[in-house]
């Protein structure tokens, strides 16, 4: 079993920068896809970005170049440095993880952000 648990989020003006970090609970997290999704109101939840056990990412094309995804397995954590956010990116994000050739995904319990002036 593992939980995780989502920090970070908040209120930040167009332009602003917000890191998102997720602590996961469990073992083997080094090898867990790790991920970030996000829901705005009334859209249907979205990839934001992945990175494998091995390091390699993916990212959605809306957050390419403005979003990076990283972690930390000495402290089982995740983060996402946003940089040059736009009102778009409101929503809630959540983290997923999710152990290569198992069936079950976790996910965390989502933090708001919001991009406002």
């Known amino acids: 079993q593992v939980q995780l648990v989502e920090s970070g989020g908040g209120l930040v003006q167009p332009g602003g920068s917000l890191r998102l970090s997720c602590a996961a609970s469990?073992?083997?997290?080094?090898?867990?896809?790790m991920g970030w999704y996000r829901q705005a109101p009334g859209k249907q939840r979205e990839l934001v970005t992945t990175i494998t056990g091995g390091g390699s990412t993916n990212y959605a094309d809306s957050v390419k170049g403005r979003f990076t995804i990283s972690r930390d397995n000495a402290k089982n954590t995740v983060y996402l440095q946003m940089n040059s956010l736009k009102p778009e990116d409101t929503a809630v994000y959540y983290c997923?993880?999710?152990?290569?050739?198992?069936?079950?995904?976790?996910w965390g319990q989502g933090t708001q952000v919001t991009v406002s002036s």
């Open positions: 469990g073992s083997f997290f080094s090898i867990y896809t």
């Open positions: 997923n993880g999710k152990r290569p050739l198992f069936p079950q995904n976790y």
